[in-house]
Each structure stands twice: as structure tokens, then as C-alpha cells.
């Protein structure tokens, strides 16, 4: 457990401190069953949470725990055996934290699922063995794709009811293969599980030698997402100007938010955007103390020397160096999920950094 960022180093912390990955895929490919066998064989769950699950488990009929319970947590959700809502889970190993998004699998949620991976490191996206490669599945990959997550785990499931054949799982990889040739993701891997059995989910199976890579959590555990961040363009949007009164501090201001790119240290020079005024970094602060540097995805308190100049939520905190190209005309790729489709000259409302129309 990290008890201060400052003991270690800009790569440490991406690499060690927290991976954020959702589940995606089609209806029944396993999504649930999967995060429930992952905080059942890793030990993240209380007892009373187990026994919860077994006694529901009984009273729908199951003959074994249904581990997608635990995270199936509403009583619509449980009573038709689907996911509706996005579920995050939270559990953590010796090497890494982990927050979960499940997401629905179902096409009328696709937005769900679309809330649940806009902010993950790394997308799962489940397929069933029997049916292989499917219009959800590559539905899900292809919004993975479109909201720019760096790296997709192709989990193929259910390999106990394909009697654990290779051949199945190997064409199933070449189908995925020709389809994430149009993705614009550079790291994806694929696993053969059976999330119910767990085959390969915590601990590798006897059931498949020939399957020679890694488990689920070992991938989970060590996939690489430093390089993922820009730390070369410095971004700061303001989420909240924070001011207060102390015998130390009198007339403290401070501005919270989340750095999007970039590292930020005391003494650097900035620029308030869209005034254009500039000033200097005075300090940089968390709820673990002053910091000498901070970048993303941090959320910090960011103090500056300057305290009179003009700035509110949803300004932006640069560097004069590599300043954000300003203009009215704006480009972009938009995942439209309303039933009445999209009309040319239509009045639409843009979020830009931390600040909405008549926000």
C-alpha cells in the first residue's frame, strides 16, 4: 500500500499505484462471472458478502455460487440474470489497485458501457467460445478504440464448453485479428478462461497446456501504462477555486483538478488560459501533503503567486512553452448514442475542460 506519492518516482507511480479497466462485451459472454471469480480467488471479498451471494444463489435455484452476483447489484439485475448499470468494483494486490467498471452487454446500454470506459486504462472485452466474434463484440471493441484506451484484453470464455480446444480459441484470434486491424489500439493480448471453472483467471489451468501466456491477473498486474499519459503538454483545467482563512494562511486561494498532461513543479512558470495573464507555481498540494512535482492522473491543489488574477472553473493552467492551439473551429470524432440521430446545423452543447454552456 502507497502511504505517500512523494516516495516514489513519476514512472513508480503509473506503473504501481492504479489501473482503471472495464469489462465490455455481449449479453451472457460472462462479464460478471468474471469479476466475481477474480475478487472470489483473490480473496477481496468479506465473508458476509459470500454468504449473501450463496444464500441468493439457492434461492434462484443455482446449484453453485453464482459469483456474478457480486457485482449484479441491482434487484432488476439480479432477478433477470443481466447487467443494466455500470458496477465498479474495487479491490487491491500487493503489486497494484484496480478499479472496475462492469458494463452491461446488452445494445440498449451501450451507453452504460460507454460511461464505464471513458476513463479506463485498459478495456477487457469478453467473447463466448460457442458463438466467437460477434456485432457486440466488436461494437464494444470498436468504442474501446474510439475513447483512445491503449490497451484491449480479449478474454475468449467458456473454453469448458468447447472441451478447452485450441483450434477454438485460435480462430477466434485470427477473426478478432482481421476485425482490430481497423482499431486504432497497439497493445492487444488475448486469453483463453473459463471465468466460471477459473481457468486462467487467478491461477493458470491444467486444462489448456497449450496455452503458454499469462493468467488474467497477472496481465492486469503488470501491463505497462506509463507511456500511456502525455507528460510533455501541460494541461491543468480547473475543476473548483477553493479559498480560505487560517492563522497561517490568510486569503489562501488554491484551484483543484485533475492534471490531464504534463508535470507540474513549484517554481514553473504558467499561463492562465483563456486570460492569457501569466505567474508562477507557488505549491502543489494533496491530501498527503506538499508535493514536488505533480502530473498525470493526479488530482491536486495547485497554489499560485500570482493570487489576483481572474481565474474560475473551467480555465486552464499551461505552460507558455507548448500552449493549446486556440480557435473557434473545433474537430472531432463524437460516439453518438441518442436514438434521434445526429443532424448537420444542429445547436449542440460541448463540455471544454471542466466548464459546460451556462455552467
Known amino acids: 500500500m ?44 468479506f465473508e458476509d458478502q459470500l454468504i449473501a451471494v450463496e444464500q441468493a444463489s439457492k434461492k434462484m435455484g443455482d446449484h453453485q455460487v453464482n459469483l456474478a452476483l457480486l457485482t449484479d447489484g441491482l434487484r432488476a439485475e439480479r432477478e433477470q440474470g443481466i447487467t443494466i448499470d455500470v458496477a465498479y468494483r474495487y479491490f487491491a494486490t500487493p503489486k497494484r489497485k ?50 483512445q484506451i491503449k490497451h484491449l484484453l480479449i478474454c475468449i470464455n467458456k473454453m469448458d464448453l468447447v472441451e478447452y480446444k ?35 483467471v487467478v491461477e493458470k489451468s491444467t486444462n489448456m497446456p497449450w496455452y503458454q501466456g499469462s493468467t488474467f491477473l497477472y496481465t492486469l498486474e503488470n501491463v505497462h501504462i506509463a507511456s500511456d499519459y502525455n507528460l510533455v503538454d501541460c494541461r491543468f483545467p480547473v475543476q473548483m477555486v477553493i479559498q480560505a482563512q487560517s492563522e497561517d494562511q490568510p486569503g489562501f486561494k488554491g484551484y483543484a483538478g485533475k492534471i490531464e498532461g504534463g508535470i507540474f513543479k513549484p517554481g514553473d512558470e504558467v499561463i ?35 493570487d489576483h488574477i481572474d481565474i474560475s472553473r473551467g ?11 486556440i480557435g473557434q473551429d473545433i474537430e472531432m470524432m463524437v460516439c453518438w448514442l441518442n436514438e434521434k440521430q445526429m443532424v448537420l446545423g444542429g445547436k449542440y452543447a460541448i463540455r471544454h475542460t471542466t466548464k459546460m454552456p451556462n455552467a
Open 272 to 306: 492562465a488560459l483563456p486570460s492569457g495573464f501569466t505567474t508562477k507555481v507557488k505549491s502543489i498540494d494533496t491530501m498527503n501533503g506538499l508535493m514536488d512535482e505533480a502530473f498525470p492522473p493526479q488530482s491536486v491543489l495547485m497554489n499560485l503567486e500570482d
Open 98 to 147: 484496480f478499479i472496475i467498471a462492469d458494463t452491461p452487454g446488452h445494445i440498449q446500454y451501450t451507453r452504460n458501457m460507454v460511461t464505464g470506459a471513458s476513463t479506463a486504462n485498459l478495456a477487457v472485452v469478453l467473447v463466448d467460445a460457442r458463438h466467437g466474434v460477434v456485432e457486440q463484440t466488436r461494437r464494444h471493441a470498436f468504442i474501446a478504440s474510439l475513447l
Open 2 to 45: 502507497i502511504d505517500t506519492i512523494n516516495e516514489f518516482s513519476t514512472a513508480d507511480y503509473l506503473n504501481m499505484d492504479l489501473l482503471r479497466f472495464t469489462t465490455a462485451g455481449s449479453v451472457d459472454d460472462g462479464k460478471s462471472t468474471l469479476i466475481g471469480r477474480l475478487l472470489h480467488d483473490t480473496k477481496s471479498i
Open 166 to 200: 485450441e483450434e477454438v480459441f485460435n480462430d477466434i484470434r485470427e477473426d478478432f485479428d482481421d476485425f482490430s486491424s481497423k482499431l486504432e489500439i497497439q497493445d492487444i493480448q488475448y486469453i483463453p478462461i473459463s471465468a466460471l471453472k477459473g481457468d486462467n
Open 315 to 325: 480555465d486552464m493552467i499551461v505552460k507558455p512553452n507548448n500552449q493549446p492551439q
